[in-house]
């Protein structure tokens, strides 16, 4: 039995009872609170790359950095939910992508109100995470597999709909490039899309942390059995999970179209990666039950500081993609490492 | 199947409707038989054992009778009245707590997650029914009273979460959580296999609590002294079959025993 995590704090022994070596006891703080250290390589990496180069810490450059990284942000937290449950979703940026066509289409072509063509976006992201959903609880299809499938489904299915014909914004009801207008925050410009993204940060932790819905979410992560027999329907909580991933998904359609400026079916179906990325990075376990979208916003953060560092470096796109790869590898053995506290 | 429960039966009121009785259950897995044709009933107030041989068939009984798994043929009759519980928290609605021989807690949740988990407690007005925020303090402030009222002091900080307790500790926290919920029946697999001589006591002496209180106790042990020193009947499962019905006073651990491994016949 450790003295560390039981011993009463009255004890005053209790201090000098624990044993671990500095490395044991880091692993057990970054064990507890697993957005601690992707918040402090963020903080290292603003200040290397400000050091290196003055322009990166301009307020223009700070502002430009959270707008690059507002869609794949926002699709993470959609990822995190699902990564929360020990899954996947390789789709995430297809089902993007096809609600952005949906909303674009139906919006410029038919005459539709904006803020309809809006709900019927939502309605298009929320269907996709339903059907992922049912192939994962009702087929008990592996996330990876399922969410495979329905990445090549809903892609085809954007090109198909769209004739492969990209939306300009131009053509588009001001409210769905509304996303890509920015407004002054305190001496920097922010964008609404920003804004959009960090709401949904917001919903999101506040609905993991603080309701039996997170609770549950958790404990499904982390064992599935174990969930069962405490009396939690299992696959009550992993559709709820895919159909509010859907749901993300569509806002991160909205923020997209106002990012780019139009709707393109060839743009975003490969952030899947990214989104993954965002969150391991993020310190969130592909293992399901350990993380937090706090985390995976800082993951997201830390991606767009290295691209945006190294190009003001003047570094070569291979290189931003080589040392994103490396932060991932770095990560995960981390996590590794992290998880192996008293298992 | 043996008649021996009604010859030898204890001192519980055998006249008594039983809380909880199994006829004739059946649970097969692909091949191999789980249980093949079980009996067995809970009287009020009383401490029930069920020993037996590993692979005797005490899980998948008690899993059966807490809606962990469905039987493929038999019935359940709780109070008298047939039940068909088709997941754990069937049965928990109906008042039934079970601690798992597998303990059944998230590892990554703390502990008051842990005893609430599945009943969480929401606040009041529309912070609760609008927002679902839950009562987070108020569940801690009660889990910390369940873990006391238990006699465990070691566990007072209910915020550390539950993978970063030693064996016995989770195994506390979860009987902690079935003798908090437990109104109607508790049952009890193996919960004292990782405990220490002093919190093993504590469990046995909470068994006695539950029984005072009117809440009938199914336990599952390996231990024969416990079994012997609790029980009021002992019920010896022997390959998926009940092999008999004993008490404390009607045999030695001896005779029981050789009861669950087939030396001798009820
Ligand atoms: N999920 C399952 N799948 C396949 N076989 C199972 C399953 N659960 C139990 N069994 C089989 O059913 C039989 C009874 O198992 P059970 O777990 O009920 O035994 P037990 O009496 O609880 O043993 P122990 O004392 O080791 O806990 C065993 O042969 C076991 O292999
Ligand atoms: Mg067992």
Redesign the interface.
């Known amino acids: 039995m450790s003295a560390t995590t039981t011993a009463p704090p009255a004890d005053p022994a209790a201090e000098f009872l624990d044993r671990r070596s500095p490395l044991e006891r880091a692993r057990g703080v970054l064990h507890r609170y697993p957005a601690l250290s992707p918040a402090i390589v963020l903080v290292l990496s603003v200040v290397v790359f400000g050091m290196l180069n003055e322009r990166f810490l301009a307020p223009a450059n700070l502002s430009l950095i959270t707008q690059q990284v507002a869609v794949v942000g926002t699709l993470a937290v959609a990822q995190t939910l699902i990564i929360l449950t020990a899954g996947i979703d390789l789709s995430v940026g297809s089902v993007m992508v096809l609600s952005s066509m949906v909303v674009a289409q139906v919006a410029s072509g038919s005459g539709v109100p904006a803020a309809l063509a809006l709900l019927i976006g939502l309605a298009t992201g929320v269907a996709c995470g339903g059907l992922n959903g049912l192939l994962v609880t009702r087929l008990s299809l592996p996330p990876f597999i399922a969410t495979l499938g329905t990445f090549s489904v809903f892609t085809a299915l954007a090109l198909l709909y769209s004739h492969g014909a990209t939306v300009r914004g131009g053509d588009m009801p001001a409210l769905l490039t509304w996303t890509g207008t920015t407004i002054p925050v305190g001496g920097v410009r922010v964008s609404t899309g920003v804004m959009l993204m960090l709401a949904a940060y917001l919903v999101a932790a506040y609905a993991l942390s603080r309701t039996a819905w997170g609770k549950h979410v958790y404990a499904v992560g982390d064992d599935k059995e174990a969930a069962r027999l405490s009396g939690i329907s299992i696959n009550r909580v992993l559709i709820s999970v895919y159909l509010a991933a859907g749901a993300i998904l569509a806002l991160a359609a909205w923020i997209q179209i106002g990012r780019a400026n139009a709707a393109s079916p060839n743009v975003g179906v490969d952030m899947n990666l990214d989104s993954i990325t965002a969150v391991v990075i993020g310190g969130t376990s592909l293992f399901g039950g350990r993380g937090t979208v706090w985390g995976t916003l800082l993951g997201a953060l830390i991606v767009g500081v290295f691209r945006n560092g190294l190009s003001l470096a003047g570094l070569d796109v291979l290189y931003q993609t080589l040392a994103v790869g490396i932060l991932v590898i770095v990560a995960v053995s981390l996590d590794q490492w992290i998880r192996k506290v008293r298992r | 199947m043996t008649t021996a429960e009604t010859s030898v039966n204890g001192t519980p009121s055998p006249v008594a409707t039983p809380v909880l009785r199994a006829r004739g259950l059946v649970k097969t897995y692909g091949h191999v038989v789980g249980l093949d044709g079980v009996d067995l009933e809970l009287y009020p107030g009383e401490v029930l054992a069920i020993i037996g041989d590993n692979g005797a068939g005490k899980s998948t009984l008690i899993k059966c009778l807490t809606g962990?798994e469905i039987p493929d043929q038999g019935e359940i009759l709780l109070d008298g009245e047939r039940v068909h519980f088709k997941?754990?928290?069937d049965a928990?609605a109906a008042g039934i707590e079970?601690v798992?021989q597998?303990?059944?807690?998230?590892?990554?949740?703390d502990i008051a997650?842990?005893l609430y988990?599945?009943?969480?407690v929401?606040r009041p007005g529309l912070l609760g029914s609008v927002l679902?925020?839950?009562d987070?303090a108020g569940m801690r402030k009660a889990a910390r009273r369940h873990l006391t009222d238990l006699g465990i002091s070691?566990?007072?900080?209910v915020t550390?979460?539950v993978?970063?307790?030693?064996g016995?500790?989770r195994q506390a926290v979860a009987v902690a959580r079935a003798a908090a919920f437990g109104s109607k029946v508790v049952v009890l697999d193996e919960p004292t296999a990782a405990l220490g001589v002093r919190e093993s006591g504590q469990v046995l002496e909470l068994v006695r609590t539950l029984r005072d209180k009117g809440v009938p106790v199914i336990i599952i042990s390996h231990n024969m002294p416990h079994v012997f020193e609790i029980a009021d009947r002992i019920h010896v499962q022997r390959l998926g079959r009940r092999a008999a019905t004993i008490t404390p006073r009607s045999h030695t651990m001896t005779e029981a025993v050789a009861l669950m491994t087939g030396a001798a016949e009820a």
């Not at chain 2, 597998?102 to 949740?109: D, I, N, R, Y």
């Not at chain 2, 988990?117 to 969480?120: A, I, K, S, V």
């Open positions: 962990a997941r754990p928290q928990r079970t798992y597998t303990l059944a807690v998230a590892p990554s949740l997650s842990n988990l599945g009943r969480e929401r679902r925020l839950t987070r070691t566990l007072q900080d550390v979460p993978e970063s307790l030693s016995g500790q």
